[in-house]
């Protein structure tokens, strides 16, 4: 068995193989930039050693460095986790070189599998399905538009080497092809390291679907059943189930089959993923495949019992997989929820920041990956993930019940975060009844993220109430003025509290006990026979009944009705943004390199134009005029490093 690992990676993957490694009675050595010196991975490893700047290119992704780094400290073995060096063949092919165990497949499997082209001509040979594609050797835009145009559209641009999502762009139409295609290759180069770039016929309302295979290097291969990883952002994965029982068996079965085929085509070792989108017919495509550990891979955990990460340990160290296929099976149902600094009223831009709080319920069937304490920083050059929530049923409705209590019951402060999104998604009709596809996100964003609409009057009582409720509940003192609960001498109690509309923050009182009256945006109603449940409010407005669930953040609540999501800002005012509709500037959403400037000083601009491109935690996020004008001056020039909040184009006029 392995004596010494070297963790090539950061945050929460780090963490989680450093809990499986230590359990074996493996030293366990972390490798961290500047930036995570007192990262959580640092404090949980036996040693630590910082291996370079805050940048990713100088720091994680310096193969190098890190095998100089596990030479030294006389480690025998480096897991690369996921993302980062995870799939670079020449980095696994140095390990070997250098006389290291690389806890992962051989070089020439991920060579083979890492190049989606490649991929895909060696699942043609084994009969695994594919989706009809462009992927020469000629990558000029000229190749591109003859290869759309034969593939018709919409097809989608990927990079072809990697994965996560980034460098993926959809094309709707021909005039659109230029400008993505360019998008693609600088975030695919910005990345991996390479811009080569594939495109594929757009498979139209699919499920993702993939299935976990394991390999030995005696020749014997298994699945861990499969995972549905359907519901996605920006083509990124947020919440993932296993089994797939929305999916009939024969398929089931039929896409198992198909993954162990895979893995036959390139003898493949280790923990590796094989994805297929899965038409309504049943009909199914091979994807990619992954060749390394998934950020998904507790829910198959979840499911069979086993740790993944000692199966690759022991494959790594030469040992035959722990079971045969019939002494593994499934057990329950499990979902996991992905937890994320970033802001899906604004796209779910990142937003990094300090956490100053860090509440996520660890109990019987929950369980938590996380890479991050509170008081520690969600950094703007890495991935904005804060944790994984992973919940364990008898039933698919059973974890989904139990999966929305967990995220219901997290407490996050000092950032943004997308727990309110999550809470909408686990709590809507269709993920309960199953009737998803890819696209799902993108269509019911309307209803799922809270936009600059004026809240309804149920759902501003709602918050108002649940408030009031938690106020009084935590941390009671003995005296009747603290404690929020607003109690007045002599007079009913009483609350202010604050909605934020598209005009600004407007005032909101609670009046009262039982019953309560309402004042706000110039309306007083009466709330009858409200009860509380946890999370969910039961109330009466206007002789109406309504029930909604109330996500509390740190200055902010997200109601979740039958409509939608209202976001409601509660507290202090001055905590929270103002509108900035006439602010004549374009700032910054968050911190980032720019990476391109569209505009200059003097040219007239109309609303959506793109003013500058910034590339942030490994994808680029472009920002476009509000509204009409006249851009005065240009603050920023390519390869600045911005903070958030800072000007990035300042205009002239105002339409």
């Known amino acids: 068995m392995i004596k010494s690992l070297l963790i090539a990676n950061r945050g929460e993957i780090a963490c989680r193989i450093i809990a499986t490694a230590q359990r074996m009675g493996i030293h366990t050595v972390a490798v961290h930039s500047e930036a995570d010196a007192t990262a959580r991975h640092v404090r949980l490893a ?25 030479a030294e400290v006389g480690a025998a073995a480096i897991h690369p986790g996921y993302g980062f060096l995870s799939e670079n063949a020449d980095f696994a092919q140095a390990c070997g070189d250098a006389g290291l165990i690389f806890v992962g497949p051989s070089p020439n499997a991920i060579r083979g599998m890492g190049s989606k082209r490649i991929a895909k001509d060696l699942m043609q040979a084994a009969e695994v399905p594919v989706i009809p594609d462009y992927r020469g050797e000629n990558q000029s835009d000229a190749a591109f538009i003859r290869a759309a145009t034969d593939l018709g559209y919409p097809i989608m641009l990927k990079p072809a080497l990697g994965g996560g999502g980034k460098g993926m762009r959809r094309v709707d139409q021909e005039r659109d092809l230029t400008d993505a295609l360019a998008a ?45 990883c359907t519901l996605q952002r920006r083509h990124q994965k947020i919440i993932e189930e296993a089994p797939s029982t929305l999916v009939s068996i024969p398929v089931r079965e039929a896409l198992r089959v198909a993954a ?19 038409e309504e017919s049943g009909a199914f495509y091979f994807m990619e495949m992954n060749t390394r550990l998934q950020v998904e891979h507790p829910v198959t955990e979840a499911i069979t019992g086993l740790d993944l990460v000692e199966w690759q340990l022991r494959i790594a160290a030469g040992e035959s997989l722990p079971r045969e296929q019939s002494a593994i099976q499934v057990n329950g149902h499990a979902i996991e929820a992905r937890i994320y600094a970033e ?51 008898v039933g698919r409705e059973d974890a989904r019940q139990a999966l929305l209590q967990a995220v219901l019951d997290t407490r996050i402060g000092g950032l943004e975060t997308n727990l309110a999104f999550l809470a909408a998604l686990l709590a809507d009709g269709a993920f309960k009844s199953g009737a998803l596809d890819v696209q799902f996100v993108d269509r019911s964003l309307g209803r799922l993220v809270a936009t600059n609409a004026p809240p309804s009057i149920k759902s501003v009582a709602a918050a108002a109430v649940i408030v009031r409720q938690s106020s ?33 923050l407007e005032t909101v009182v609670l009046t009262g006990d039982q019953p309560q009256s309402l004042s706000w945006g110039g309306q007083t109603v009466a709330l009858e026979d409200v009860a509380t449940d946890g999370h969910a409010v039961d109330l009466a407005v206007a002789g109406q009944r309504h029930r909604m669930l109330v996500v509390t953040g740190e200055n902010a609540h997200f109601v979740i009705s039958k409509t939608g999501v209202d976001c409601l800002v509660v507290g202090d005012p001055f905590a929270v943004n103002q509108n900035r509709s006439s602010d004549p500037s374009v700032v910054a959403p968050m911190p980032g390199k720019v990476t391109q ?21 490994k994808m680029e996020h472009v920002l476009r005029a509000a509204h009409d004008g006249v851009v005065a001056q240009v603050q920023v020039a390519v390869g600045d490093f911005v903070e958030e909040g800072a000007a990035v184009v300042i205009f002239e006029t105002v339409a």
Not at 196 to 217: C, M, N, W
Not at 260 to 273: D, I, S
Not at 597 to 614: N, P
Request: charged share 20%; hydrophobic share 45%; net charge negative.
């Open 46 to 70: 036996d040693e630590s050693h910082c291996i370079g700047p805050a940048s990713a290119a100088e720091s994680y992704l310096w193969g190098d460095k890190i095998i100089a780094t596990a």
């Open 184 to 228: 693609a290759k600088r975030e695919a180069m910005a990345a991996f390291g390479d811009d080569e770039i594939i495109a594929e016929k757009y498979v139209t309302s699919p499920r993702h679907i993939e299935v976990q295979i394991f390999g030995d290097l005696h020749g014997n291969f298994v699945h861990l059943f499969e995972r549905d």
């Open 260 to 278: 162990l085929r895979a893995a036959a085509a390139v003898a493949y070792t280790g923990a590796g993923t094989v994805e297929f989108l899965v």
């Open 343 to 393: 802001s899906p009223q604004a796209g779910f831009l990142p937003a990094p920041g300090r956490v100053t709080r860090l509440v996520i319920p660890e109990r019987l069937g929950v369980r938590v990956d996380r890479g991050l304490d509170a008081g520690d920083e969600v950094s703007p050059h890495y991935d904005p993930m804060v944790a994984k929530v992973i919940v364990r049923g």
């Open 472 to 504: 009084a509940e935590s941390g009671v003192p003995a005296d009747p003025w603290s404690g929020g609960r607003g109690w007045q001498s002599n007079l009913p109690a009483r609350v202010f509290l604050h909605a934020k509309t598209p005009e600004g």
């Open 597 to 617: 400037v569209h505009v200059s000083a003097g040219q007239a601009v109309e609303a959506g134009t793109r003013l500058a491109t910034l590339e942030a935690m």
